[in-house]
């Protein structure tokens, strides 16, 4: 998928955000992904939580019996997720670092 965004997101993304994201954020963000955060991990979320772009996937987390799944919205108001293929996660907190991950990715962000 390709993510258009405005130009002054382009900014933000590849002069504030994409520099802030390194390994060690990362492991923050998977030992505390619903925080408190770091200064840094603040930044970087509050980019990725605000979905500037209406055609990124919007994902949300669904609890299966095999654990949590991430999934993405569905298009139209009342459909089914579509679960994503992949591991499932054995908490949730497990599972909303997996959703910062795959909003990083859509963004083409490396760590």
């Known amino acids: 998928m390709t993510v258009v965004l405005s130009t002054q997101d382009e900014w933000?993304?590849?002069?504030?955000?994409r520099p802030l994201v390194t390994a060690a954020l990362m492991a923050e963000?998977?030992?505390?992904?619903?925080?408190?955060?770091s200064r840094d991990l603040v930044e970087v979320m509050d980019f990725?939580?605000?979905?500037?772009?209406?055609?990124?996937?919007?994902?949300?987390i669904v609890r299966t019996p095999g654990g949590f799944a991430v999934g993405v919205r569905p298009p139209?108001?009342?459909?089914a997720p579509r679960l994503l293929d992949g591991a499932r996660?054995?908490?949730?907190?497990?599972a909303e670092?997996?959703?910062l991950v795959h909003r990083?990715?859509?963004?083409?962000?490396?760590?």
Request: aromatic share 8%; glycine share 8%.
């Open 89 to 94: 996660h054995a908490t949730r907190d497990a």
């Open 48 to 60: 990725v939580r605000r979905n500037p772009d209406p055609d990124k996937p919007r994902y949300l």
């Open 12 to 17: 933000i993304l590849e002069n504030r955000v």
């Open 29 to 37: 963000a998977a030992a505390r992904p619903t925080g408190p955060y």
């Open 97 to 99: 670092h997996a959703v």
């Open 104 to 111: 990083l990715r859509d963004y083409g962000v490396t760590w």
């Open 76 to 79: 139209v108001r009342g459909g």
